[in-house]
Nanobody, 120 residues
Framework: QVRLVESGGGLVQPGGSLRLSCAAS????????MGWYRQAPGKQRELVAAISSGGRTNYADSVKGRFTISRDNAKNTVYLQMNSLKPEDTAVYYCNAEIIRLGVGRRDYWGQGTQVTVSS
């Protein structure tokens, strides 16, 4: 089994910061891309940021310059540092990882989601 466990969500005022973490655990041979998605009420899930195993990053235009994705391969953990938060960043944030498991192959896994609310 593989689990992705997120932490770090919460309520923050506009202009504030939050740091999300997502740790993958279980019988993992290798992790390719890791990323963060978000889904606001009534909207489709969208990619926020992604990072390859080699550290190459990709960001949604709406978060460029404000959010930073990073990872610690030794800990199978991905982070999302969110600065200058805006009310429109309010959403449930989901961690995603493409994981290779011996005998199973390559699959996408998702965390349970963590709520981020930006409000005064």
């Amino acid at each position: 089994q593989v689990r992705l466990v997120e932490s770090g969500g919460g309520l923050v005022q506009p202009g504030g910061s939050l740091r999300l973490s997502c740790a993958a655990s279980g019988s993992i041979s290798w992790i390719n891309d890791m990323g963060w998605y978000r889904q606001a009420p009534g909207k489709q899930r969208e990619l926020v940021a992604a990072i390859s195993s080699g550290g190459r990053t990709n960001y949604a235009d709406s978060v460029k310059g404000r959010f930073t994705i990073s990872r610690d391969n030794a800990k199978n953990t991905v982070y999302l540092q969110m600065n200058s938060l805006k009310p429109e960043d309010t959403a449930v944030y989901y961690c995603n990882a493409e994981i290779i498991r011996l005998g199973v192959g390559r699959r996408d896994y998702w965390g349970q989601g963590t709520q981020v609310t930006v409000s005064s």
